[in-house]
């Protein structure tokens, strides 16, 4: 799909999901949002507020690791931040459901 302009989530996912064909990146993705999960349950559980400042790295650490070794393309989060953050969470449910493969 060609780069340009979105103006919802619904519009930006397909897109999104066409920049993770290889099974190897979303599934790096789906460990980095897991892991941005566990990281905040724990910190709210255990009032460790530091380890919020783990976040992005344990979430785009393994993201951009999967673009730069199996999808060899650049992440849709320079371009799109916001919607590729969300779209992260999306991706997450729909591999959780079945609906997009592991």
């Not at 989530?9 to 460990?31: N, T, V």
């Not at 999967?66 to 849709?76: D, L, S």
Request: charged share 20%; proline share 4%.
């Amino acid at each position: 799909m060609a780069e340009r302009d979105f103006h919802s989530l619904s519009d930006f996912y397909p897109y999104y999901l066409g920049e993770h064909q290889d099974r190897r990146c979303r599934r790096l993705h789906f460990i980095g949002t897991l892991l941005v999960l566990v990281i905040f349950v724990v910190a709210l559980v255990s009032q460790i507020w530091l380890l919020l400042i783990a976040l992005p790295f344990a979430g785009y650490g393994f993201a951009w690791a999967g673009h730069v070794f199996f999808e060899k393309n650049k992440p849709a989060t320079f371009r799109h931040p916001l919607y590729s953050l969300l779209c992260d969470f999306w991706m997450f449910k729909d591999m959780l459901t079945g609906r997009i493969s592991f």
